[in-house]
């Protein structure tokens, strides 16, 4: 084998789920690229937007430190809220009923990498309740407030840990190149960027 | 008379629905059913056609590449661009890479454990394993000590009574026929498939910049820029990068993944009978090697009623009689709209009924090839290539029937492809052939860079008056084509004729299924509870629903549910 391992330069990624298509599905890479657009990580952490990859999940889980999944979660939470999850949480009885649209791929995928010894050592999951999910509208007014606290979640979880994650001074707009034609204008995307 | 319904369908991605009529263990009738809506289409009129891909590439959740690759081309296609050589060989290996981890995945980690009975694992002889795995390939991860370990993973699950993902299993069921110690060595390399599918996207990702949704695509090339001298492009070191994970990845491909599904051919012979279904083939051109896109690696072609001697090649993708062929009904597709209607005029309007079996019962349209339902995929691909005498594929197919022949003399011949296991077979023959050819298009690729051409981009112009294109790729579910209509640089229509719709196609307007419904005709159901060879013939598909949907579950359990009636 050879010595290249990208591991070694991504041990940690954040990472956005949903279909930005679908409303407030598209919480996950939502958040994600908020938190890109207001914070600046070092090398070792990967943001992504993996849209609705299922099983194909497990590249972006392999060998990693930590691993932070941003998603919409489908259960009894408290509307227009954050809330944080580690992976006990999906293992235990409570969460077998609290699972996102897209888990069975992120269950399967985080089983079969425990049984190879290959999985993350940390998962933490940031979900929210979505309000509407209907195919081709952009998300919710609600769901752009809650991304920015979800990208503050984001840069608190990874400065506890001791992970370089600095606020930026001037913060662009987040890339949302998925809302509606006509919501490009929306001005809530400019009350986002600038909390 | 049962009445057998399977909903969803697990292991695949999105959501399908299967229903069969079975009458003394045979099913004599069947219904595929796509439980979701894709309307992408609708989103993208409207759009500027150069960043159409970009969108595109959210038809759906794991073949996000493919669908941009359809996209750039179809407005090229619209455009007559020429596409720089380079640009030509990065978009090659990037689709290479994508459809190598697509197919590891789906034979591992979507359908192995059809054919693979894990609860039998600790009954297993390690020893006695090592040594049939070590006889069949030369792989270094079948020691001994190696599969000893897996053992007692497998153990430590069973006696803890935590099955997890193993829980719904068909474990035990009659038709399960591996040894233990088959069923050790297959579940070995299942799990080894995770670092190899891991590879294979680093592929991906060092020539797209990330996977999935690659960024680096652009109509008229890719957006890699090219220097030799520079640490930030595509230099000497990024290509020697790429080099040294294919070398990682390939052996597994050719040592592990055909001979695993040449033992399991082997093992299960009576599949090679099974899943015929419709016995017409298309498959498209692919991996372009020149800038006016008139010399390709794949072969496409046309072979119809299984007659393999009757194929008809598609030379390039100006090939006038499959653009004309090709159409879609909507006649039990919950679309607005009945019959045929050819793609640049084609809509994607809802018009959802519910389940009615004489009327509209799924989501996706019935795509059609001067009127007949064909079968893509793979075995299309593989079927295409060797009816035409094209050598990569001959030696590899070939390969694969020696390699079946060696386990129990077992004699396999290109005709008996035409079967459930034959899909399983046809997709390893093309992972070892694209394998061989990603290291050739990486040379390519070097050796026109060393040439001195660093062009990676051809700028378009688009006119203001209407201009339709139509591209092609033979991505890993087989023949792809994204059909666009532009007006001023806008989208004015686009549809998408995906693999999945041309195999999951539901009944046309004269009432002939699809390849889906068809393949399970005769096939036995020996417990009505526990339908294992109707999922074997359906997973031997790789049956991609997802096309940009997901479900929000209201009670957050997976569904899977068998009914019989």
Same mark, same amino acid.
């Not at chain 2, 640490?231 to 990024?238: G, I």
């Not at chain 2, 597709?333 to 809802?350: F, N, S």
């Not at chain 2, 068809?518 to 997973?539: N, Q, Y």
């Given at each position: 084998?050879?010595?290249?391992?990208?591991?070694?330069?991504?041990?940690?990624? *954040?990472?956005?789920?949903?279909? *930005?298509?679908?409303?407030?599905?598209?919480?996950?890479?939502?958040?994600?690229?908020?938190?890109?657009?207001?914070?600046?990580?070092?090398?070792? *952490?990967?943001?992504?937007?993996?849209?609705?990859?299922?099983?194909?999940?497990?590249?972006?889980?392999?060998?990693?430190?930590?691993?932070?999944?941003?998603?919409?979660?489908?259960?009894?939470?408290?509307?227009?809220?954050?809330?944080?999850?580690?992976?006990?949480?999906?293992?235990?009885?409570?969460?077998?009923?609290?699972?996102?649209?897209?888990?069975?791929?992120?269950?399967?995928?985080?089983?079969?990498?425990?049984?190879?010894?290959?999985?993350?050592?940390?998962?933490?999951?940031?979900?929210?309740?979505?309000?509407?999910?209907?195919?081709?509208?952009?998300?919710?007014?609600?769901?752009?407030?809650?991304?920015?606290?979800?990208?503050?979640?984001?840069?608190?979880?990874?400065?506890?840990?001791? *992970?370089?994650?600095?606020?930026?001074?001037?913060?662009?707009?987040?890339?949302?190149?998925?809302?509606?034609?006509?919501?490009?204008?929306?001005?809530?995307?400019?009350?986002?960027?600038?909390? | 008379?049962?009445?057998?319904?399977?909903?969803?369908?697990?292991?695949?991605?999105?959501?399908?629905?299967?229903?069969?009529?079975?009458? #003394?263990?045979?099913?004599?009738?069947?219904?595929?059913?796509?439980?979701?809506? $894709?309307?992408?289409?609708?989103?993208? $009129? %409207?759009?500027?056609?150069?960043?159409?891909?970009?969108?595109?590439?959210?038809?759906?959740?794991?073949?996000?590449?493919?669908? %941009?690759?359809? /996209?750039?081309?179809?407005?090229?296609?619209?455009?007559?661009?020429?596409?720089?050589?380079?640009? @030509?060989? +990065?978009?090659?290996?990037?689709?290479?890479?994508?459809?190598?981890?697509?197919?590891?995945?789906?034979?591992?980690?979507?359908?192995?454990?059809?054919?693979?009975?894990?609860?039998?694992?600790?009954?297993?002889?390690?020893?006695?394993?090592?040594?049939?795995?070590?006889?069949?390939?030369?792989?270094?991860?079948?020691?001994?000590?190696?599969? &000893?370990?897996?053992?007692?993973?497998?153990?430590?699950?069973?006696?803890?009574?935590?099955?997890?993902?193993?829980?719904?299993?068909?474990? %035990?069921?009659?038709?399960?026929?591996?040894?233990?110690?088959?069923?050790?060595?297959?579940?070995?390399?299942?799990?080894?498939?995770?670092?190899?599918?891991?590879?294979?996207?680093?592929?991906?990702?060092?020539?797209? #910049?990330?996977?999935?949704?690659?960024?680096?695509?652009?109509?008229?090339?890719?957006?890699?820029?090219?220097?030799?001298?520079?640490?930030?492009?595509?230099?000497?070191?990024?290509?020697?990068?790429?080099?040294?994970?294919?070398?990682?990845?390939?052996?597994?491909?050719?040592?592990?993944?055909?001979?695993?599904?040449?033992?399991?051919?082997?093992?299960?012979?009576?599949?090679?009978?099974?899943?015929? #279904?419709?016995?017409?083939?298309?498959?498209?051109?692919?991996?372009?090697?020149?800038?006016?896109?008139?010399?390709?690696?794949?072969?496409?072609?046309?072979?119809?009623?299984?007659?393999?001697?009757?194929?008809?090649?598609?030379?390039?993708?100006?090939?006038?009689?499959?653009?004309?062929?090709?159409?879609?009904?909507?006649?039990?597709?919950?679309?607005?709209?009945?019959? =045929? +209607?050819?793609?640049?005029?084609?809509?994607?309007?809802?018009?959802?009924?519910?389940?009615?079996?004489?009327?509209?019962?799924?989501?996706?349209?019935?795509?059609?090839?001067?009127?007949?339902?064909?079968?893509?995929?793979?075995?299309?691909?593989?079927?295409?290539?060797?009816?035409?005498?094209?050598?990569?594929?001959?030696?590899?197919?070939?390969?694969?029937?020696?390699?079946? /022949?060696?386990?129990?003399?077992?004699?396999?011949?290109?005709?008996?492809?035409?079967?459930?296991?034959?899909?399983?077979?046809?997709?390893?023959?093309?992972?070892?052939?694209?394998?061989?050819?990603?290291?050739?298009?990486? @040379?390519?690729?070097?050796?026109?860079?060393?040439?001195?051409?660093?062009?990676?981009?051809?700028?378009?112009?688009? =006119?203001?008056?209407?201009?339709?294109?139509?591209?092609?790729?033979?991505?890993?579910?087989?023949?792809?084509?994204?059909?666009?209509?532009?007006?001023?640089?806008?989208?004015?229509?686009?549809?998408?004729?995906? =693999?999945?719709?041309?195999?999951?196609?539901?009944?046309?307007?004269?009432?002939? =299924?699809?390849?889906?419904?068809?393949?399970?005709?005769?096939?036995?159901?020996?417990?009505? &509870?526990?339908?294992?060879?109707?999922?074997?013939?359906?997973?031997?598909?790789?049956?991609?629903?997802?096309?940009?949907?997901?479900?929000?579950?209201?009670?957050?359990? &997976?569904?899977?549910?068998?009914?019989?009636?």
């Amino acid at each position: 084998m050879t010595e290249m391992n990208p591991i070694a330069t991504h041990p940690i990624s *954040v990472i956005g789920l949903g279909n *930005v298509f679908l409303g407030d599905d598209g919480f996950g890479p939502l958040a994600v690229e908020t938190f890109r657009s207001q914070f600046m990580c070092g090398p070792e *952490v990967e943001v992504l937007d993996l849209g609705t990859p299922g099983l194909d999940l497990a590249p972006y889980l392999y060998g990693r430190e930590l691993v932070i999944v941003v998603d919409s979660v489908h259960a009894d939470l408290p509307l227009r809220a954050v809330s944080v999850f580690c992976e006990d949480d999906f293992t235990s009885s409570r969460a077998c009923l609290r699972i996102t649209g897209h888990d069975p791929g992120l269950w399967d995928t985080l089983t079969h990498l425990r049984i190879a010894d290959c999985g993350p050592s940390e998962l933490i999951v940031i979900g929210t309740a979505p309000e509407s999910c209907i195919f081709g509208d952009g998300p919710s007014d609600a769901m752009l407030r809650l991304a920015a606290e979800a990208a503050e979640s984001i840069a608190q979880l990874l400065s506890r840990r001791g *992970v370089l994650c600095n606020r930026r001074h001037v913060a662009p707009h987040p890339n949302l190149w998925w809302l509606p034609l006509s919501s490009t204008e929306d001005p809530n995307l400019q009350q986002v960027s600038e909390e | 008379m049962a009445r057998i319904s399977i909903d969803p369908v697990t292991r695949i991605e999105g959501h399908l629905r299967i229903d069969v009529e079975v009458d #003394g263990g045979i099913v004599n009738k069947a219904w595929a059913s796509c439980t979701m809506w $894709r309307g992408l289409e609708m989103i993208l $009129r %409207g759009r500027d056609a150069r960043e159409g891909w970009v969108f595109a590439q959210r038809f759906c959740g794991v073949c996000t590449t493919v669908h %941009g690759i359809a /996209s750039v081309r179809a407005v090229e296609d619209a455009l007559a661009l020429d596409i720089p050589p380079n640009a @030509q060989f +990065i978009r090659n290996l990037i689709l290479i890479g994508h459809a190598l981890h697509d197919h590891i995945v789906h034979f591992y980690h979507l359908s192995a454990l059809d054919w693979v009975d894990v609860m039998s694992i600790p009954k297993a002889d390690a020893a006695r394993a090592a040594s049939i795995a070590e006889s069949s390939s030369s792989w270094q991860g079948n020691s001994r000590r190696e599969l &000893e370990a897996v053992q007692q993973k497998v153990k430590g699950i069973v006696a803890g009574g935590q099955l997890g993902i193993f829980n719904h299993g068909y474990w %035990g069921h009659p038709a399960m026929r591996l040894s233990p110690e088959m069923n050790l060595i297959f579940f070995n390399h299942y799990l080894q498939a995770l670092e190899f599918q891991r590879k294979s996207c680093q592929v991906v990702a060092i020539l797209g #910049g990330k996977t999935p949704h690659i960024q680096n695509l652009a109509v008229g090339g890719v957006m890699n820029a090219i220097n030799l001298n520079s640490l930030a492009t595509m230099n000497m070191d990024r290509l020697g990068m790429l080099k040294a994970v294919l070398e990682d990845l390939i052996p597994f491909v050719q040592q592990v993944f055909l001979a695993d599904t040449c033992l399991l051919a082997a093992s299960y012979p009576e599949y090679l009978h099974y899943g015929r #279904g419709v016995a017409n083939y298309l498959a498209v051109p692919d991996l372009p090697l020149d800038a006016k896109t008139s010399k390709f690696d794949l072969p496409g072609g046309v072979i119809m009623n299984g007659n393999l001697a009757s194929v008809r090649p598609i030379a390039n993708w100006k090939d006038e009689p499959f653009r004309k062929a090709i159409t879609e009904d909507s006649t039990h597709a919950w679309y607005q709209g009945g019959g =045929p +209607i050819e793609p640049y005029r084609g809509e994607t309007m809802p018009d959802y009924t519910d389940f009615k079996e004489d009327a509209k019962y799924t989501w996706v349209k019935a795509p059609r090839y001067n009127g007949s339902p064909m079968q893509v995929g793979p075995l299309a691909n593989v079927l295409v290539g060797y009816a035409s005498g094209h050598a990569l594929t001959r030696k590899w197919t070939d390969t694969a029937f020696g390699r079946i /022949s060696a386990v129990h003399g077992l004699k396999v011949g290109p005709n008996d492809l035409q079967s459930t296991m034959g899909r399983y077979l046809a997709r390893a023959i093309r992972s070892s052939m694209l394998s061989e050819l990603a290291l050739e298009h990486l @040379q390519l690729l070097t050796t026109n860079i060393l040439n001195g051409d660093d062009t990676t981009f051809n700028a378009p112009q688009f =006119p203001s008056g209407e201009i339709m294109g139509m591209g092609m790729h033979e991505a890993p579910r087989g023949a792809l084509s994204h059909w666009v209509v532009i007006e001023k640089g806008v989208f004015t229509n686009y549809q998408a004729v995906v =693999p999945t719709t041309w195999n999951a196609s539901p009944r046309d307007q004269n009432g002939v =299924p699809g390849p889906y419904e068809t393949s399970l005709i005769g096939s036995p159901v020996v417990d009505a &509870e526990k339908p294992l060879e109707v999922l074997r013939t359906v997973h031997s598909f790789d049956p991609c629903m997802a096309c940009s949907c997901h479900t929000l579950d209201a009670s957050g359990k &997976e569904v899977a549910q068998v009914k019989v009636q």
